[in-house]
């Protein structure tokens, strides 16, 4: 207190009742270490003096230490006195020292028993200290709080320039309460200190106004930001001219929060805030005006929104977006999800359409490059001149037709990214061969260049066809295929994972708003055996066809046409079927099942059938055998050679051997 307040208070200390008695009846000011004490200052103190209870804080940099503490971490405060105690554990948890678990150290409390504690905090020396503690945390002395300094000097009618100058250097040091910054609106002493402390050293703009917007104070910030002039306190802000974005949002009866306004003159993006604060044992409020400056923010975010919408190189997708609950498309996710966490070269193989770009996004968004750019490029689609600039990037000059400048290769795009290849198997030699030193050495030229740049890229390769075979063809280099091949997923064609075809036509049919679509029982049966050739991508197709071809339930004639013939097909093949079924016996379908299978397998004669058929443990006799070869040669399922050919299997054999297994 001396030293911040010396120059202006004579100050006195006393310890005990007797030091009291020559000291507090000359005091104008009465300050008391902890609210026991009240009664008897009271007594002593004359009737027109103020008495002010002391609040202490510690040093700011070793409140922060203790804010660092795991959440959680048991901690005791151990000062010689209660009083003391508790008053630090609230100033800590004013302060925000909320991670901390703080009890108070006196006898008989119940809280302690049995209970291990991490930390001890003492201010100095203490006789307080338990036994057993994990470590010891020293606070250093107890400081005046910053609240109690100003409280002293206002209540004083001594606080001037080189005062709040002297208390703003010494609250820098000191801890504060979080909600500080509220606390000091309720007298106009406290608002001009702590604008001129703290406010000042802020870049928002920062005012306090009262009820009827006039200025009680506020940082340059405020009046650069606004383009207001000097000298503004103590006059109301509706008296500027204001443009209309920013005095809506500072004068609207409605909340506002963050209201991003752009003010005319300067040209800056600004968000505008006002937040009421109520003043205790008044109907009157004080508001706090923000402004924040954010017109680098915004451009930078235009800039790289523009970027990246040129470009293209943004993930979409996760692995959220796979849709699969079959055993073959789970197993495939997992996998792909294990691969993601895995930052090497991976090949993805799959036929057209099953989704393999959307695997490649969904690693990309999973791994730890997902911040960075998502870089893809269909080898087929670019013609073989022009791969390698595109891949590797040019210099200025490099071949006709060259930008000025030079270009960028897909590589230097998705430096710290992924670069997905898709249609790996398209690239030609030579640049197969480029392709593999920068997978080697991480380094690539661009054309016309004799410089090498540094790259770090994840290289996601895709095809559709066999690579393997493709490097037996002298068409894909051996070298390229095993640096390519370190980690690869299978993904499944739709006819390997039928479980899924309902539940993705359902989910493309929420996509286009039609998921109360009703789809007739035999087209929904149809669609499950259907090959899917073009699988996901096929499918995906048909369901938004047939959702926008239908007004009402979806049935065969919704169906596009080269799948409506298939299912007319089927249909012709199943009555077919069943017709010729039930020519045939219950007792017969098993063995004509046997004499089908066989014959399948080669042609052969009704004497090798029938050794056969006994040598597998069926129960077939020769006229047996006899009348069931004549009903299919009736049907049509069977043809009998000449000589020893023997009987060979028709393509209506085939089918109707299909319905009998099935």
Same mark, same amino acid.
């Given at each position: 207190?001396?030293?911040?307040?010396?120059?202006?208070?004579?100050?006195?200390?006393?310890?005990?009742?007797?030091?009291?008695?020559?000291?507090?009846?000359?005091?104008?000011?009465?300050?008391?270490?902890?609210?026991?004490?009240?009664?008897?200052?009271?007594?002593?103190?004359?009737?027109?003096?103020?008495?002010?209870?002391?609040?202490?804080?510690?040093?700011?940099?070793?409140?922060?230490?203790?804010?660092?503490?795991?959440?959680?971490?048991?901690?005791?405060?151990?000062?010689?006195?209660?009083?003391?105690?508790?008053?630090?554990?609230?100033?800590?948890?004013?302060?925000?020292?909320?991670?901390?678990?703080?009890?108070?150290?006196?006898?008989?409390?119940?809280?302690?028993?049995?209970?291990?504690?991490?930390?001890?905090?003492?201010?100095?020396?203490?006789?307080?200290?338990?036994?057993?503690?994990?470590?010891?945390?020293?606070?250093?002395?107890?400081?005046?709080?910053?609240?109690?300094?100003?409280?002293?000097?206002?209540?004083?009618?001594?606080?001037?320039?080189?005062?709040?100058?002297?208390?703003?250097?010494?609250?820098?040091?000191?801890?504060?309460?979080?909600?500080?910054?509220?606390?000091?609106?309720?007298?106009?002493?406290?608002?001009?200190?702590?604008?001129?402390?703290?406010?000042?050293?802020?870049?928002?703009?920062?005012?306090?106004?009262?009820?009827?917007?006039?200025?009680?104070?506020?940082?340059?910030?405020?009046?650069?930001?606004?383009?207001?002039?000097?000298?503004?306190?103590?006059?109301?802000?509706?008296?500027?001219?204001?443009?209309?974005?920013?005095?809506?949002?500072?004068?609207?009866?409605?909340?506002?929060?963050?209201?991003?306004?752009?003010?005319?003159?300067?040209?800056?993006?600004?968000?505008?805030?006002?937040? +009421?604060?109520? *003043?205790? !044992?008044?109907?009157?409020? #004080? /508001?706090? &005006?923000?402004? =924040?400056?954010?017109?680098? %923010?915004?451009?930078?975010?235009?800039?790289?929104?523009?970027?990246?919408?040129?470009?293209?190189?943004?993930?979409?997708?996760?692995?959220?977006?796979?849709?699969?609950?079959?055993?073959?498309?789970?197993?495939?996710?997992?996998?792909?999800?294990?691969?993601?966490?895995?930052?090497?070269?991976?090949?993805?193989?799959?036929?057209?359409?099953?989704?393999?770009?959307?695997?490649?996004?969904?690693?990309?968004?999973?791994?730890?490059?997902?911040?960075?750019?998502?870089?893809?490029?269909?080898?087929?689609?670019?013609?073989?001149?022009?791969?390698?600039?595109?891949?590797?990037?040019?210099?200025?000059?490099?071949? +006709?037709?060259? *930008?000025? !400048?030079?270009?960028?290769? #897909? /590589?230097? &795009?998705?430096? =710290?990214?992924?670069?997905? %290849?898709?249609?790996?198997?398209?690239?030609?030699?030579?640049?197969?061969?480029?392709?593999?030193?920068?997978?080697?050495?991480?380094?690539?030229?661009?054309?016309?260049?004799?410089?090498?740049?540094?790259?770090?890229?994840?290289?996601?390769?895709?095809?559709?066809?066999?690579?393997?075979?493709?490097?037996?063809?002298?068409?894909?280099?051996?070298?390229?295929?095993?640096?390519?091949?370190?980690?690869?997923?299978?993904?499944?064609?739709?006819?390997?994972?039928?479980?899924?075809?309902?539940?993705?036509?359902?989910?493309?049919?929420?996509?286009?708003?039609?998921?109360?679509?009703?789809?007739?029982?035999?087209?929904?049966?149809?669609?499950?055996?259907?090959?899917?050739?073009?699988?996901?991508?096929?499918?995906?197709?048909?369901?938004?066809?047939?959702?926008?071809?239908?007004?009402?339930?979806?049935?065969?004639?919704?169906?596009?046409?080269?799948?409506?013939?298939?299912?007319?097909?089927?249909?012709?093949?199943?009555?077919?079927?069943?017709?010729?079924?039930?020519?045939?016996?219950?007792?017969?379908?098993?063995?004509?099942?046997?004499?089908?299978?066989?014959?399948?397998?080669?042609?052969?004669?009704?004497?090798?059938?029938?050794?056969?058929?006994?040598?597998?443990?069926?129960?077939?006799?020769?006229?047996?055998?006899?009348?069931?070869?004549?009903?299919?040669?009736?049907?049509?399922?069977?043809?009998?050679?000449?000589?020893?050919?023997?009987?060979?299997?028709?393509?209506?054999?085939?089918?109707?051997?299909?319905?009998?297994?099935?």
């Amino acid at each position: 207190m001396e030293k911040v307040l010396g120059g202006h208070l004579c100050i006195r200390s006393c310890s005990n009742e007797k030091e009291a008695d020559s000291h507090i009846a000359d005091a104008d000011l009465v300050l008391i270490t902890n609210p026991y004490s009240f009664p008897w200052a009271r007594r002593k103190m004359r009737q027109d003096a103020s008495i002010i209870n002391l609040i202490f804080a510690f040093e700011r940099t070793r409140v922060e230490t203790l804010k660092r503490y795991p959440v959680g971490t048991e901690a005791i405060a151990c000062f010689n006195f209660y009083s003391s105690a508790h008053q630090a554990v609230n100033v800590l948890y004013e302060a925000g020292v909320t991670n901390l678990n703080l009890y108070i150290d006196y006898p008989g409390n119940q809280n302690l028993d049995g209970k291990y504690m991490d930390l001890a905090l003492i201010s100095g020396q203490t006789d307080r200290l338990p036994p057993d503690v994990g470590e010891v945390f020293d606070l250093g002395p107890r400081r005046l709080s910053l609240t109690t300094l100003l409280e002293i000097a206002a209540k004083a009618d001594v606080l001037d320039d080189s005062l709040e100058a002297q208390i703003a250097q010494y609250g820098a040091d000191v801890s504060t309460s979080d909600d500080y910054l509220t606390h000091f609106f309720y007298n106009s002493a406290a608002a001009a200190l702590q604008l001129r402390s703290v406010m000042e050293s802020l870049d928002d703009g920062l005012a306090i106004c009262d009820h009827e917007f006039r200025i009680l104070n506020l940082n340059r910030s405020f009046s650069a930001l606004l383009n207001l002039p000097e000298g503004l306190m103590g006059q109301r802000l509706q008296k500027f001219d204001l443009e209309g974005e920013v005095a809506d949002a500072i004068f609207s009866s409605q909340p506002c929060q963050n209201r991003l306004c752009t003010p005319k003159v300067s040209g800056r993006s600004v968000v505008v805030s006002r937040e +009421t604060i109520k *003043r205790p !044992g008044s109907s009157q409020s #004080l /508001f706090l &005006l923000r402004v =924040k400056d954010i017109t680098e %923010l915004t451009n930078l975010e235009t800039s790289l929104r523009r970027q990246i919408a040129k470009r293209g190189h943004v993930a979409k997708h996760t692995f959220s977006d796979i849709k699969g609950e079959s055993p073959a498309a789970t197993v495939c996710i997992q996998k792909a999800r294990r691969i993601a966490g895995i930052d090497k070269p991976t090949l993805i193989i799959g036929e057209s359409g099953t989704g393999k770009e959307l695997y490649a996004q969904s690693i990309h968004n999973a791994s730890a490059r997902a911040r960075f750019p998502f870089v893809a490029m269909n080898c087929a689609a670019i013609p073989v001149t022009l791969l390698e600039s595109e891949l590797f990037g040019y210099d200025e000059g490099a071949f +006709t037709g060259a *930008r000025r !400048g030079g270009k960028e290769g #897909l /590589f230097q &795009l998705a430096h =710290k990214g992924t670069l997905f %290849l898709d249609e790996i198997g398209e690239l030609p030699l030579p640049v197969q061969a480029k392709l593999l030193r920068v997978l080697e050495e991480k380094e690539v030229m661009r054309v016309g260049s004799r410089e090498l740049t540094s790259v770090d890229v994840r290289i996601i390769a895709a095809t559709n066809r066999d690579l393997n075979a493709l490097v037996n063809e002298k068409a894909f280099r051996l070298d390229l295929y095993y640096r390519l091949n370190t980690l690869t997923i299978n993904v499944p064609p739709l006819r390997e994972r039928r479980a899924d075809i309902l539940p993705l036509i359902q989910e493309f049919l929420r996509q286009e708003h039609k998921e109360h679509a009703e789809i007739d029982l035999s087209v929904q049966t149809f669609l499950t055996r259907y090959a899917w050739r073009g699988n996901i991508r096929e499918l995906r197709n048909c369901v938004e066809y047939m959702v926008h071809i239908a007004d009402g339930p979806i049935g065969e004639q919704h169906l596009p046409d080269y799948i409506r013939a298939e299912y007319q097909q089927a249909i012709e093949g199943r009555e077919w079927a069943e017709e010729r079924l039930n020519m045939l016996s219950p007792s017969d379908r098993q063995a004509t099942a046997d004499v089908l299978s066989l014959l399948k397998r080669k042609p052969m004669g009704r004497r090798a059938l029938l050794q056969v058929l006994l040598e597998g443990g069926g129960y077939m006799t020769e006229y047996r055998l006899r009348a069931i070869l004549s009903r299919l040669r009736q049907l049509e399922c069977i043809d009998f050679g000449r000589g020893r050919s023997g009987c060979t299997i028709t393509a209506a054999g085939e089918k109707l051997l299909e319905s009998l297994r099935k």
